[in-house]
């Protein structure tokens, strides 16, 4: 693919449509674009240099007339000065709100000053399943899609999901979340595992925002119920609303000694390594890119069935997938997994199937969406 300069706009967070864009960056310059992300803080896994990449912070300030500062508009203006001034072929919008409608607004501007740029807006998730189907913000999220120029979705749950909600009239193309498997992969940390689990303990790893949506009560109660089996440790990764209820829990059933909160962590990678069982009993989960890094570093899951997530963990084979809120069975079929008899084929297939989400398998899909929207608009405006 010829080299084309991008302009990634994302949340500069550790959530996943942050986490995916900047990677998906890091890559692209890896591959001879250039890259130039347009948000308002350094998304938080830009961290190399490389000659590629480039970054715009987007300056929004409060003023008394604003209850809340105009960040839409501020990321617009800052969208249309780096069009022009970096000349770029390509918009990447990640996140339906603000940022496809800031896109639009940033492309008519610089259409009335005689500049085409093309549009690919990528879905994630709550862009659409929360937030977009609020009354207050559908007539928005409708036709900031259905004016993109190209729309992606992480899984077919999703797009499937968008079609019902609102009236999309554009193609969507499924392209699911990826993994860079030189970063993530299992480590040699033996000394770490001894530390957590000096007497040979299974380790149990759950990581996320904390959320209501991440069932964090569900995960204190199934390692509850294979703490009452077997000699185990938990691992909870992360930070949110949810953390204290759940540290009240564990004093609550008494488990607290088994049971660390570890808080954010950039190298998440590292404790994946020494983990035997990744548990993500989500009400709802777009791709379940968590899940995936987990996989990656050889983690068996027990998942909910929901969205995504049967896209990803497929059952019986690296690991197992339950209703959503049946915290027995996910326990019955955790206990399956950690029996020293079946860890190491759960362990094997996980890795194998994270092998087909390889960024390398996954970034030619996003160069030729680029392409199809820069010739399509190129075209048109002939």
């Known amino acids: ?12 967070t550790f959530g996943g449509s942050g986490v995916v864009a900047t990677e998906l960056g890091k890559a692209l310059a890896k591959e001879g674009h250039h890259v130039h992300f347009i948000t308002y803080s350094q998304p938080s896994r830009l961290d190399f240099l490389n000659e590629n990449l480039f970054y715009h912070e987007v300056d ?7 209850e809340y500062p105009p960040y839409e508009l501020a990321l617009a203006s800052k969208m249309v000065d780096v069009v022009k001034k970096e000349k770029l072929d390509l918009l990447h919008v990640h ?21 085409v740029i093309p549009v690919v807006t990528t879905l994630h998730g709550t862009d659409i399943t929360l937030v977009g189907k609020d009354p207050s913000y559908e007539p928005v999220v409708t036709f900031s899609i259905n004016q993109s120029d190209g729309v992606t979705a992480v899984s077919e749950d999703l797009k499937r999901e968008t079609y019902e909600h609102f009236k999309i009239e554009n193609e969507i193309d499924v392209i699911p979340n990826f993994i860079d498997l030189d970063k993530f992969k299992k480590q040699k ?18 990581t996320s925002n904390f959320r209501k949506v991440k069932r964090i009560g569900d995960v204190v109660n199934i390692f509850a119920n294979i703490h009452k089996e077997i000699p185990a440790k938990l691992l909870m990764i992360g930070d949110g609303p949810e953390r204290a209820k759940a540290e009240t ?13 570890l808080g954010k962590l950039e190298s998440v990678e590292e404790v994946l390594s020494v983990a035997d069982l990744f548990l993500m009993p989500s009400e709802k989960e777009s791709f379940g890119l968590a899940a995936l890094e987990a996989m990656a570093c050889e983690v068996p899951l027990i998942s909910s069935n929901a969205g995504g997530l049967p896209e990803l963990n497929q059952q019986g084979i690296t690991g197992f997938l339950s209703e959503v809120g049946d915290v027995a069975d996910m326990s019955r079929k955790a206990l399956f997994i950690l029996d020293k008899n079946n860890l190491p084929a759960f362990k094997e297939n996980a ?5 087909e989400f390889d960024l390398a398998n996954i970034l030619p899909l996003y160069e ?10 190129l075209k048109n405006a002939r």
């Open 1 to 12: 693919m010829d080299q084309i300069s991008i302009g990634i706009v994302c949340y500069p």
């Open 60 to 66: 929004f300030r409060s003023y008394p007339l604003f």
């Open 95 to 115: 996140y339906a709100i603000p940022h496809a409608s800031a896109a639009y607004m940033a492309k008519q501007i610089l259409r009335s000053q005689g500049i």
């Open 189 to 206: 940390k033996d000394h770490f595992k001894k530390a957590i689990c000096p007497n040979g303990e299974s380790l149990v790893v759950h």
């Open 249 to 261: 829990m564990s004093r609550e059933l008494n488990i607290e000694g088994d049971v660390r909160f």
């Open 351 to 355: 890795l194998r199937r994270a092998r």
């Open 368 to 377: 030729q969406v680029y392409m199809r929207v820069i010739e399509k608009t």
